[in-house]
């Protein structure tokens, strides 16, 4: 078992809280992702739940145990973190199990537990290595070996990947997912890479200036964000944002250029969001919402975005298919999709 909850946690640095009374529950077994800007909390709130940083104020419980008051080695959880940490004078097996060691436990088990966890992560041929001598994605393998080979209750990642290169990042990624579905333990993982919140989460944690923005399901952040900051942060273009207002007839307007049917309680509408992928470049004029003129296209391979120039609506980015030709400078047509697109009040908060 490896549920985890947090009550009202609040973490202060002598007057400054970084951490603003956090209620959470991850279940046993769950995949959740704390991501957010940094300087947002999310590693100060991983630590804390390790037991390397004090909780201020609030209770942290696993499997319905209080462990707030309890230091990091009673606590039953193995830590990844960004620095592999490893013993530059030990070989891969040495490394894996040196934590087994200084705990006591015989040879033949530790190389046991060695043997299991070098299996799960295809470090076999490895085990007479030094570090020098492997990849930055083999020295991070080694060190979730490590953390494997303790059998924890759950297991914290603090940006394991950040000192990768994108290939490796996007192998590991797989490889951690693997790791997850395999074992089925309970895994926080902490990262400021959306791309690693969407791909490897059950649940992400939107974290802003300490406190919990939403939280939920990738697919739920992205197509039902609570507030204009998830909106913009969960995505990558980031979501198209519209100054606005509301006529009677319950029409979203920016400078009377654009008509959409609004949603929920028109008069507190006061920004338009819509995603790229959810508009579409018209033939011509008729049936666009607006009109503006090609500022940048740029072909990316599996996607192609353009940059169209629309006066008073700003600036708007566009997914459009790989197979299409734009010229800086030509005039176009846009066309949302009125049914994906997001309303959002002065407070930044959705209005559904």
């Known amino acids: ?78 830590m990844v973190f960004q620095s592999y940490a490893l013993y530059p004078h030990m070989n891969v097996a040495e490394n894996v199990g040196f934590g087994l060691k200084t705990s006591g436990m015989a040879k033949p088990e530790i190389d046991e537990k ?25 020295r991070q393998r080694v060190a979730i070996g490590r953390a494997i080979v303790r059998e924890p209750k759950g297991f914290l990642f603090d940006e394991p990947l950040s000192n990768l290169d994108a290939a490796l990042r996007v192998q590991m990624r797989f490889e951690i997912a693997k790791l997850h579905e395999n074992l089925k333990s309970t895994m926080v993982y902490v990262t400021h890479d959306q791309v690693e919140a969407m791909t490897l989460a059950d649940k992400i944690v939107v974290l802003n200036d300490g406190r919990i923005e939403q939280v939920g399901k990738p697919r739920e952040l992205y197509e039902q964000p609570d507030s204009l900051f998830v909106a913009q942060f969960i995505g990558s273009p980031k979501m198209n944002i519209i100054a606005g207002k509301t006529d009677a007839k319950g029409f979203a307007l920016n400078a009377g250029s654009l008509k959409i049917r609004a949603k929920g309680d028109h008069a507190a509408i006061v920004t338009v969001g819509v995603r790229p992928e959810h508009i579409t470049v018209t033939s011509g004029t008729k049936g666009a919402h607006c009109t503006g003129t090609v500022a940048l296209y740029e072909y990316l391979g599996s996607d192609s975005f353009i940059y169209v120039d629309c006066g008073d609506l ?9 197979q299409t030709d734009f010229s800086t400078g030509q005039s176009v047509g846009l066309k949302f999709d009125e049914a994906r697109v997001h309303f959002f009040d002065q407070d930044g908060r959705a209005v559904r």
């Open 1 to 78: 078992m490896g549920a985890i909850k947090l009550e009202n946690v609040e973490k202060w640095f002598g007057d400054v809280q970084v951490i603003r009374g956090i209620d959470l529950e991850i279940l046993d077994g769950e995949m959740v992702v704390f991501v957010g800007p940094s300087g947002c909390g999310k590693s100060t709130l991983l630590r804390m739940i390790a037991g390397l940083e004090d909780t201020s104020y609030g209770k942290i419980y696993l499997d319905d145990e209080d462990v707030t008051d309890r230091v990091p080695s009673e606590r039953a959880l193995s």
């Open 114 to 138: 060695v043997a299991a966890a070098s299996a799960i992560l295809e470090l076999d041929t490895y085990l007479d290595r030094r570090p020098k001598e492997l990849s930055g994605g083999q």
């Open 314 to 322: 700003g600036m708007l980015t566009v997914r459009v298919p790989d």
